[in-house]
C-alpha cells in the first residue's frame, strides 16, 4: 500500500497561488495513478485534476488553465500548482492514489485551502 501525506494549504488572497505538495511512501509511487480532490462545506468530493504515472493529465473544467498537476517520481511526490485562486476554490484539498492493477484507492488526511480577502 501506499501512504499520503499533504502539504502546503492555509490562506491565500482571491487571485494568489499555492503549491500543494502530496508526499508517498511505503510502495512503489510508479505504479499509481495520482490525482486531487476537493471537498466544500455541504458539498460532494470531487475531482480537481488526475495525472496518470505516464504523465497524461485531465482537469476539471473549473480549474482548467488555472492549476497545474505534476509528479516527480524520483521525489515521490505530486504537486498541485493553484494560480488565479477564487473564493470558490475553498476546500480541503485530498491527495489520491490509485494503483493501476488493483485499482485501489489511498487517501491522504487533507490540506485546507481558504482563498478569501
Known amino acids: 500500500q501506499v501512504q499520503l501525506v499533504e502539504s502546503g494549504g492555509g490562506l491565500v488572497q482571491p487571485g494568489g497561488s499555492l503549491r500543494l505538495s502530496c508526499a508517498a511512501s511505503g510502495s512503489i509511487f510508479s505504479v499509481y495513478d495520482m490525482g486531487w480532490y476537493r471537498q466544500a462545506p455541504g458539498k460532494q468530493r470531487e475531482l480537481v485534476a488526475t495525472i496518470t504515472r505516464d504523465g497524461t493529465t485531465n482537469y476539471a473544467d473549473s480549474v482548467m488553465g488555472r492549476f497545474t498537476i505534476s509528479r516527480d517520481n524520483g521525489k515521490n511526490t505530486v504537486y498541485l500548482q493553484m494560480n488565479s485562486l477564487k473564493p470558490e476554490d475553498t476546500a480541503v484539498y485530498s491527495c489520491?492514489?490509485?494503483?493501476?492493477?488493483?485499482?485501489?484507492?489511498?487517501w491522504g488526511q487533507g490540506t485546507q485551502v481558504t482563498v478569501s480577502s
Open positions: 489520491n492514489a490509485r494503483h493501476i492493477w488493483r485499482k485501489t484507492d489511498y
